[in-house]
């Protein structure tokens, strides 16, 4: 079902949990590229005081890198697929204790970033990306690099040892933490308020959205997925828009 015939009822029934690249941003050349745009924070602060604080930034990225794209204001995020959660101004106010999960980079971890770090600088075009708990190869600039990517990530997975896994992604291989995902993180905020009892709305434009979509969808909730066709076709997403600038208009309507 194409997003644009469907109508949210008031903001102020719902849950919003909300992807950042590809989602509500445009995907960049480079993983630190990416911008929000005129108007965009704007838009999410005024959506989530339509829906009393319910609004969370779901996203691969690290919470203290989404602080950096929105400055001046402090929204609820789940970084790196749900291993670190902070809760936003409207929830607890500034200063109140953070929380974050997960236990810090073991010396095995550490070994295997930088093991993934100097096999990058002899692949052209592929990027390396530290997000602290997490680490990543991006090969957009360089897709005949994508089995030479997937090989190193795997001996770095070796390296890491228990406890983390590779996260597959739209020209890109992540190594994260195991053990929680894009919908154990809505299920933990879903729990408690002001998410508590509303329904819930995901979007998302890759394959580790499809475990927001799969809760979702439990939850009698509402999954879209952005992107073209060919590439959203086997998405659990019940609505999808093509790109990041339709889902930011239709988003500003319900806002």
Not at 37 to 44: F, I, N, P, R, S
Not at 56 to 69: C, E, H, K, Q, Y
Not at 93 to 108: K, L, R, S, V, W
Request: hydrophobic letters at 45%; one cysteine or more.
């Amino acid at each position: 079902m194409p997003a644009s015939d469907l109508l949210l009822p008031s903001a102020g029934d719902w849950a919003f949990f909300i992807d950042l690249d590809g989602t509500l941003l445009d995907l960049a050349a480079s993983p630190d590229a990416v911008s929000p745009g005129e108007g965009t924070q704007d838009m999410l602060q005024t959506l989530e005081a339509a829906a009393s604080g319910a609004l969370a930034l779901i996203t691969g990225r690290p919470v203290a890198f989404v602080d950096s794209l929105f400055p001046g204001y402090r929204f609820t995020v789940a970084g790196l697929h749900g291993t670190e959660l902070r809760p936003g101004e409207r929830i607890a106010p500034p200063g109140a204790a953070e929380t974050f999960a997960g236990e810090a980079p073991t010396a095995a971890f550490r070994h295997g970033r930088d093991l993934v770090r100097n096999a990058a600088q002899d692949l052209p075009g592929v990027l390396f990306e530290d997000k602290g708990r997490a680490f990543a190869l991006h090969y957009r600039q360089a897709p005949e690099h994508r089995a030479e990517v997937e090989q190193i990530m795997e001996r770095a997975l070796i390296c890491a040892g228990e406890g983390y896994l590779l996260r597959p992604g739209k020209c890109v291989v992540e190594l994260c933490p195991a053990g929680a995902d894009k919908g154990t993180a809505i299920r933990r905020l879903m729990a408690e308020p002001p998410f508590a009892g509303r329904i819930p709305f995901a979007a998302g434009d890759d394959v580790t959205d499809e475990a927001m979509f799969r809760v979702v969808n439990e939850m009698n909730g509402l999954s879209l997925r952005i992107g073209e066709p060919e590439m959203t076709r086997d998405s659990l997403a019940m609505a999808k828009l093509p790109s990041p600038a339709d889902f930011r208009t239709w988003m500003r309507r319900i806002a």
